[in-house]
């Protein structure tokens, strides 16, 4: 089966800066085009989703990364929509 991006997932922003995760802590993590950077005290998406890199040498890489985290503003998120999970196409 054949499918557009855009008809599996949405796309989201993040406004969250490097030097941000620095100063804060927390529990949960914060992933850049580098891999984990640190932990703040709130998360972006509940759910698993695909990120991908906007900005700088990387750009384009994507990585699968867990629910309850987020990403820098360097990065955007690819989140899984309902269509996507009813084609049973679903990483395990």
Same mark, same amino acid.
């Given at each position: 089966?054949?499918? %557009? ?9 993040? =406004?969250? %800066?490097?030097? !941000? ?10 992933? #850049? ?5 640190? =932990? ?5 998406? !509940? ?8 900005? #700088? ?10 629910? %309850? ?12 929509? !309902?269509?996507? =999970?009813?084609? #049973?196409?679903? *990483? *395990?």
């Amino acid at each position: 089966m054949r499918v %557009k991006l855009k008809d599996v997932c949405e796309k989201a922003t993040s =406004n969250l %800066k490097q030097s !941000d995760i620095l100063s804060i802590g927390g529990t949960y993590p914060v992933y #850049g085009a580098s891999g984990y950077l640190g =932990n703040i005290d709130s998360y972006h998406q !509940d759910k698993p989703y695909i990120a991908v890199v906007k900005d #700088g040498a990387g750009i384009g890489r994507t990585t699968i990364l867990p629910p %309850k985290s987020s990403v820098i503003g360097t990065m955007q998120y690819l989140i899984p929509n !309902d269509t996507f =999970n009813k084609t #049973g196409y679903r *990483h *395990h």
